[in-house]
């Protein structure tokens, strides 16, 4: 083969050479790296009991506000039950005012009626001035009769009325504790651990299950005291995870965190600077697309 033909061939295979060397230099080219994490939470019972049903399964994908759960209730429904027959039969006790007053608003309106007849026969000289007396004193003690009815009656049913919010209180409260029965999900993500099975007695505050956040993944990787001037709050940077041992797959991210604290560098995190011995921590999120799993390395270009 003579030596034109090599320098064809070599001219024509040059940009596939300088475009493999460019798709594989993209990890030595990092200004730094570290490992995803997600924002994890354990769930924990609420109330005491049974667990009647438990859905939450390892690996499984769940939505905030998803019922994954019941635990035995029967008791505090048994008690709402006998607290609601309570507060009727206070409500039921309380003092009808308007039907106990009745007749002596009748007997005041009835005398009020001889006062005024008796008042005009006074004047006439029909009827002496004693009469008149004696119907105001008993219009007065009718009057009397009335406010003191009224005020026991008053005080009887404030009485009742406090009662049967006592018991509403009451009420709430186990309809509180019911709802507690019920296993909320609190979180959209995936299931890492389950803690429990179904048929297993629980009690308050005991761990159900661990679930994260993965479809929204950050990113703890390190810089060195020299980079700390090119980073800020909010930058958009270059994130890379490899795909295969050639290969590695491009993200968006944007730092949403930055250390005020210097450290010593991580065994297991490599910087740009090998021999660099304090390193600031940043936290750079990351949408996941399915790919990015918890632990697994990331690198990151800041320009």
Request: a neutral charge; aromatic letters at 6%.
């Amino acid at each position: 083969m003579n030596t034109n033909k090599l320098h064809f061939i070599f001219a024509a295979m040059l940009p596939l050479v300088l475009s493999l060397m460019s798709c594989g230099g993209s990890k030595n080219e990092s200004d730094a790296s570290g490992t995803f994490e997600a924002t994890e939470i354990i769930v924990s019972a609420e109330a005491a009991g049974k667990i009647l049903t438990f859905t939450a399964e390892e690996g499984t994908v769940l939505e905030a506000g998803q019922t994954v759960g019941v635990i035995d209730s029967m008791q505090l429904y048994l008690r709402k039950k006998q607290l609601l027959a309570n507060t009727k039969a206070v409500e039921s006790r309380r003092p009808e005012i308007g039907k106990q007053i009745a007749s002596l608003q009748q007997q005041i309106a009835t005398q009020k009626t001889e006062k005024r007849r008796f008042e005009n026969l006074v004047k006439a000289g029909a009827a002496n001035q004693k009469q008149l007396d004696d119907i105001n004193s008993g219009l007065a003690l009718l009057e009397r009769q009335l406010v003191a009815q009224q005020s026991s009656l008053s005080t009887s049913d404030r009485g009742l009325i406090e009662d049967a919010s006592a018991f509403k209180a009451q009420v709430d409260q186990l309809n509180d504790q019911l709802a507690k029965c019920r296993i909320v999900n609190p979180l959209s993500g995936t299931v890492l651990t389950k803690y429990v099975e179904p048929n297993e007695v629980t009690a308050q505050g005991k761990s159900l299950y661990k679930i994260a956040d993965t479809q929204h993944m950050k990113l703890r990787a390190y810089i060195t005291n020299a980079q700390l001037s090119q980073v800020k709050l909010g930058q958009a940077v270059k994130v890379y995870i490899d795909k295969d041992d050639n290969d590695s797959k491009e993200y968006s991210g944007k730092i949403e965190w930055i250390s005020d604290k210097a450290e010593f560098t991580p065994k297991t995190i490599q910087t740009k600077d090998e021999r660099a011995n304090l390193v600031y921590a940043v936290m750079i999120a990351v949408k996941n697309d399915g790919l990015i799993k918890i632990g697994m390395y990331g690198e990151v270009k800041l320009k």
